[in-house]
């Protein structure tokens, strides 16, 4: 069965950056995409980018430059730094398994709380 | 980007009650409709994708429909564990974009 688990800090300074993984077990990064969204608190949900198979990276323009997402495939894990956070960018982060676009986001990790926060 | 107009907000229902939610994109997306559901201190749980195919694992009772630019979920018989919060996405564009949410509650 394919499982992700989010973990990092759930607390961050203003101007620091955010650091999270998701560890994937059950299936192989290098197949498929995967991705990052978040959930502000109020309910909106923002699609923040994704790693696909090959190691491409698409990104949230409203993100700008801000975002990086990465991966180890050893590990079987990928990661979201996004920098100089700020308390918008207080949120649940959620890794998640795309099969492309007819077909995505079909498993999820529980999710992990950041707030940022001085 | 794609704007997904969602509605209505929230409402409340009754068990055996039939519930429609709607979505409506502001550019064609064909058929790139996904509808999931999120419960409290849950991860979201994919319900319908590709506009009308029930995803795996999900009860009948839910189905997704296409009217034009005007996409549906549609619970036939509310049970108690329908009680969520639901949002649309569409996945033709970059950014992918979700909707409002919609926040269903028992009567």
């Known amino acids: 069965e394919v499982q992700l688990q989010e973990s990092g800090p759930g607390l961050v300074k203003p101007s620091q950056s955010l650091s999270l993984t998701c560890s994937v077990t059950?299936?192989?990064?290098?197949?498929?995409?995967w991705g990052w969204i978040r959930k502000f608190p109020g309910n909106k949900m923002e699609w923040m980018g994704y790693?696909?198979?090959?190691?491409?990276?698409s990104y949230n323009p409203s993100l700008k430059s801000r975002i990086s997402i990465t991966r180890d495939t050893s590990k079987n894990q990928f990661f979201l730094q996004l920098n100089s956070v700020t308390t918008e960018d207080t949120a649940t982060y959620y890794c998640?398994?795309?099969?492309?676009?007819?077909?995505?986001?079909?498993?999820w990790g529980q999710g992990v709380m950041v707030t940022v926060s001085s | 980007d794609i704007q997904m107009t969602q509605s209505p907000s929230s409402m409340s229902a009754s068990l055996g009650d039939r519930v429609t939610i709607t979505c409506r994109a502001s550019?064609?997306?064909?058929?790139?409709l996904s509808w999931f559901q999120q419960k409290p201190g849950k991860s979201p749980r994919r319900m319908i994708y590709g506009a009308t195919n029930l995803a795996a694992g999900v009860p009948s009772r839910f189905s997704g429909s296409r009217s034009g630019s005007d996409y549906s979920l549609t619970i036939s018989s509310l049970e108690s564990e329908d009680m969520a919060i639901y949002y649309c996405l569409q996945s033709i564009q970059y950014p992918y974009t979700f909707g409002a949410g919609t926040k269903l509650e028992l009567k």
């Open positions: 550019q064609d997306i064909g058929n790139y």
């Open positions: 790693i696909s198979y090959s190691g491409s990276t």
């Open positions: 059950g299936y192989s990064i290098t197949s498929n995409y």
């Open positions: 998640a398994r795309s099969r492309g676009g007819y077909n995505p986001f079909d498993y």
